[in-house]
């Protein structure tokens, strides 16, 4: 008899907690690491929800360079919609 659970596939996350860093990155843009995108499933776009009130849709760069449980995102565009940088927010795919 095969043990519990053996039959159930591996279930990917779909949504993960994550920081916002302010960065360069062109507005409406979101750079993050790819083992991050990768993981969530994300290609093209992404949706970050901070605070469970405010929802972004942002268009999508991978980057190795940056940190694997952080994005980066425009400073402006941060800045005008409230969101400070070190923030901790909800990613997912969109």
Do not use: C, H, W
Not at 2 to 22: H, L, V
Not at 28 to 36: A, C, D, E, K, R
Not at 37 to 44: D, N, S, V, W, Y
């Amino acid at each position: 008899m095969p043990p519990a659970g053996s039959g159930e596939k591996q279930k990917s996350q779909k949504e993960k907690r994550i920081r916002i860093r302010y960065s360069s990155a062109k507005p409406g843009q979101l750079m993050l690491n790819s083992s991050l995108a990768k993981e969530l499933g994300i290609r093209e776009k992404a949706e970050i929800v901070v605070a469970g009130k405010k929802k972004f849709s942002f268009s999508v760069i991978i980057d190795d360079s940056v940190p694997p449980n952080v994005v980066y995102a425009n400073t402006d565009f941060m800045k005008e919609n409230g969101i400070a940088d070190n923030t901790i927010a909800t990613l997912r795919a969109a």
